[in-house]
C-alpha cells in the first residue's frame, strides 16, 4: 500500500518564477491538504482540496493556488517566486468520512528560492 | 482563530528515562481533537498519539502517553523508556470537529528531542 508520494524531492528556483508541486494522496483518501514548513518551525496550512475543490484555505496571498484531480492528486502552484517561499512543502492526505481525519504526510518537497 | 503552543524548543533526556513535552491550546470550541506528531530528522512526518476532546480518558500508544486537561487547554505528551530513536522534533496540533470532515489542522512550533545515549 503506497503511502503519499511527492515529487520533486528538491526544487531550486529563482524569484520571480513559478512552481509546481505534486502529491499522490495515500490509496483510499479522497482529501489533500498543502502545508508549508519553514526551516525550524511548525507546518502551516495552505489549502485543503476535495471533490476537486478548495475547501479551506489558510493565510496565504493569492500567488498559491492549487488543483486536485479526479484520481484525488493534487498540485501546488506558487507564482512569483519569493525568496520567503523557500520552505519544505508537505503534503498530507486523509479520508472525509474518517471521524478524525488522520492526516498521513508525504516526505516533502524541498524548494529554495535564490 | 484557535491557537497551538510549544513552550519547550528543546528536551533533553536520558535513555530508559521518561520525558514530558508542553502544549497548551487556545480555542472557544467544545468538540475538537488533539494529536502529537514526530518528524524525524530528514524523514517523513507520522503520527504518535491523538486524543478526542469528549473523551475523559488520556490517550495511551504504548510508550506514549498524553495529560490531557480540557479546562485548562493542556496537553501534554508522555515519553517512557525513552530510545534512541525517539530523537525528533514533535509538534502538537488540534483540529476542529465541526461536522465536515475538511477541517485544517493548525501546529505548534514543535520541540526538539535528544536522546542522549
Known amino acids: 500500500d503506497a503511502g503519499v508520494t511527492q515529487s520533486p524531492t528538491h526544487l531550486i528556483k529563482t524569484r520571480g518564477q513559478q512552481v509546481t508541486l505534486r502529491c499522490s494522496p495515500k490509496s483510499g483518501h479522497d482529501t489533500v491538504s498543502w502545508y508549508q514548513q519553514a526551516l525550524g518551525q511548525g507546518p502551516q496550512f495552505i489549502f485543503q482540496y476535495y471533490e476537486e475543490e478548495e475547501r479551506q484555505r489558510g493565510n496565504f496571498p493569492d500567488r498559491f493556488s492549487g488543483h486536485q484531480y479526479p484520481n484525488y492528486s493534487s498540485e501546488l502552484n506558487v507564482n512569483a517566486l519569493l525568496l520567503g517561499d523557500s520552505a519544505l512543502y508537505l503534503c498530507?492526505?486523509?479520508?472525509?468520512?474518517?471521524?478524525?481525519?488522520?492526516?498521513?504526510f508525504g516526505p516533502g518537497t524541498r524548494l529554495t528560492v535564490l | 482563530a484557535q491557537t497551538v503552543t510549544q513552550s519547550q524548543p528543546e528536551m533533553s533526556v536520558q535513555e530508559a528515562e521518561t520525558v514530558t513535552l508542553s502544549c497548551t491550546y487556545d480555542t472557544s470550541e467544545s468538540d475538537y481533537y488533539l494529536f502529537w506528531y514526530k518528524q524525524p530528522p530528514s524523514r517523513q512526518m507520522i503520527l504518535v498519539i491523538r486524543q478526542e476532546a469528549y473523551k475523559q480518558q488520556n490517550a495511551t500508544e504504548n510508550r506514549f502517553s498524553v495529560n490531557f486537561q480540557k479546562a485548562a487547554k493542556s496537553f501534554s505528551l508522555k515519553i517512557s523508556d525513552s530510545q534512541l530513536g525517539d530523537a525528533a522534533m514533535y509538534f502538537c496540533?488540534?483540529?476542529?470537529?465541526?461536522?465536515?470532515?475538511?477541517?485544517?489542522?493548525?501546529f505548534g512550533t514543535g520541540t526538539k528531542l535528544q536522546v542522549i545515549p
Open positions: 498530507a492526505s486523509s479520508l472525509v468520512e474518517q471521524r478524525y481525519n488522520e492526516q498521513f
Open positions: 496540533a488540534y483540529r476542529s470537529a465541526l461536522s465536515g470532515g475538511y477541517q485544517k489542522v493548525t
